[in-house]
Structure formats: structure tokens, C-alpha cells
């Protein structure tokens, strides 16, 4: 099926008919969306064929992170295990996002950060997160988007009380031990 697909898959020419203008997709969804779609949708350096129902899973995405943002900390009880899993995935995704933007792995960063959202996502819903935990958790995922999706990240930075430019702000530094499992299962 591999070996099909890739037969079907024909590369973009005025002559085919076949060419997308990235402006109309611009004026639809924003630079942002499409820019995270590019470097979402396939692998940076092999291209694939451009799909048009693709883009609405970083739409989602960046609105999912938008509203998170807006949404301000969470409220209720703070629960130590819930500020601990939240902290360690932050410093997982830093490591992560790391490694793949100097791996030209753009898609593997995107998806490490599509799981901080969700991640997030669930502390906003089930509360139990700290509210300083909260902004420092806002504050990398807003860093390390800052290459992939400039503008939104940008707007949000500012929203959220960040100095001058998120692109002026240092790059979130990784820590092992926060970022270690508490449990390990041995076979």
C-alpha cells in the first residue's frame, strides 16, 4: 500500500493543475496555522502531498492553546501529584522539542506539544494544579512554540504579562530530574 500511495502522490505543477496557493489557506486560517501545518503534515526534509482536511487538526490545536491561555489557571484545591505531572511533562517536552528542532524533526516538536496541551488541558478541567505551576507551564509552551507558530505566540506572550518579546525571552532550560518518571516498569 506504501508503494501505491506513493504512486499516486504527484508532485505540485501549473502544467497539472494541481497547485495550492498558500494565500487563500493564509487568509483562511492564519500564517501560524499553515506554517505549523507545513512542518506538522509530513516529514520536514522527504514533503508529502498537501491534504487539505489536515490543517484542522493544528487549527484545533492552536485554538485549544489559545483558549488554555484566555482561560487562565486553574481553581480548586492544589494536589502535589497533579503540580509534579504537569512540571514533568513540561521538562519532557522541553527535551523533546529541543532535540527535534535540531533534528529538522519539525513534526515530532508538534506533537510533543499537542500532548503538553492536553496534558494542560486536563489540569484546567480537573483542577488540581498550582497556580504558579500553571504560569511557568504557560510560559515554556509559549517559548517553545515561538519558532513554529511566531505570531500566536507572540499575542499570547503578551497577553499573559511576558516582557517585551517572546522571541527575546531564553529558551526554556531542560532538567533531567524534574523530567524523570517516578516509577519505572521492569520486565
Known amino acids: 500500500s506504501q508503494l501505491r500511495h506513493h504512486l499516486e502522490v504527484q508532485r505540485m505543477s501549473k502544467s497539472k493543475g494541481n497547485v495550492v496557493n498558500p494565500d487563500d489557506w493564509v487568509s483562511r486560517h492564519g500564517a501560524d496555522a499553515v506554517r505549523a501545518y507545513l512542518m506538522f503534515g509530513f516529514d520536514w526534509q522527504k514533503g508529502g502531498p498537501w491534504d487539505s482536511s489536515g490543517i484542522q ?11 488554555i491561555v484566555d482561560g487562565g489557571p486553574p481553581e480548586g484545591p492544589v494536589e502535589d501529584s497533579v503540580t509534579r505531572q504537569i512540571e514533568r511533562r513540561v521538562h519532557q517536552t522541553i527535551d523533546r522539542v529541543h532535540q527535534s528542532i535540531e533534528d529538522f524533526s519539525f513534526n515530532t516538536a508538534i506533537a510533543a506539544l499537542m500532548a503538553l496541551r492536553n496534558d494542560l488541558r486536563g489540569a484546567a478541567r480537573d483542577g488540581g494544579l498550582d497556580a504558579d505551576a500553571w504560569r511557568s507551564a504557560i510560559s515554556v509552551m ?35 530530574d524534574k523530567a524523570a518518571e517516578e516509577t519505572v516498569t521492569l520486565v
Open 57 to 67: 487538526g493544528v487549527v484545533r490545536w492552536l485554538q485549544d492553546v489559545w483558549e
Open 142 to 176: 509559549l517559548r517553545l512554540m515561538a519558532p513554529i507558530t511566531p505570531h500566536i505566540a507572540e499575542e499570547l506572550w503578551e497577553r499573559t504579562g511576558g516582557d517585551y518579546s517572546i522571541h527575546d525571552a531564553a529558551w526554556p532550560e531542560y532538567d533531567a
